[in-house]
């Protein structure tokens, strides 16, 4: 199946800096990165459609300027959390859609990157 | 609204037969994903329906009815490894994924 690389897997930061998480799809073309945040035990949840050479769509109560996307290329999204506080701690996972795969049209998952903000 | 329900938990003993139900009520339907989700890891990609039947990929097995906005997924010959959450996800009239809270699968030796 197609492949979804993130980074950094795991990362630790102090209250007040900002945080940039990459998201890339290594043997596929994507269109579109979809942002996920999970808290434990908790389904997943939407933050933001990125589409390739276009603004993100933010969900209902995702604040964009503190979850800034870009999404410069086929390939490659990514998600910076700026001026990340402890409530940001959180498992965050993207995912991206097959541009080729059809009337499938499945979303393929990076392994998640796990920030805690101290 | 939009809603998908699937137990919270389930356990089951190894080398047996579990089925996870799901059923949703969306503003549309464009399809039924079925993911799995080992802890502290993002989901994998399990099984898609959007025809009503049964969809048989190896120890794996999925049905979809429309009509009922109902899915399960089968699990066969249970292996200890199969321990995780399965997510039930469904794609709406807008193309969005509409995500189950997911059912935490138990395996017993």
């Known amino acids: 199946g197609a492949v979804v690389s993130q980074h950094p897997s795991r990362v630790i930061c102090k209250s007040g800096t900002s945080v940039k998480i990459e998201c890339r799809s290594l043997d596929f073309q994507a269109t579109t990165m979809f942002w996920y945040r999970q808290f434990p035990k908790q389904s997943l949840m939407l933050m933001a459609t990125?589409?390739?050479?276009?603004?993100?769509?933010?969900e209902q109560g995702v604040e964009k300027d503190k979850f800034l996307i870009n999404h410069a290329s086929l390939t490659l999204s990514t998600l910076t959390v700026t001026s990340a506080h402890p409530e940001d701690s959180s498992f965050y996972i993207c995912s991206a859609r097959d541009l080729l795969a059809g009337e499938t049209d499945t979303q393929y998952f990076g392994p998640g990157t796990r920030l805690t903000v101290l | 609204g939009q809603n998908i329900d699937q137990p919270t938990e389930m356990t089951a003993t190894e080398g047996a037969i579990v089925q996870i139900n799901c059923t949703y009520q969306t503003s549309g339907f464009n399809g039924l994903f079925w993911y799995q989700q080992h802890a502290g890891e993002a989901p994998t990609f399990l099984s898609y329906n959007v025809l009503d039947g049964l969809e048989e990929k190896g120890r794996f097995s999925s049905f979809l009815s429309r009509s009922k906005g109902y899915s399960y997924l089968l699990l066969k010959e249970l292996q200890m490894k199969d321990s995780a959450s399965y997510l039930c996800a469904v794609r709406d009239s807008n193309y969005q994924l509409i995500w189950g809270a997911g059912t935490k699968l138990i395996i017993k030796p």
């Open positions: 990125s589409n390739e050479g276009s603004k993100a769509t933010y």
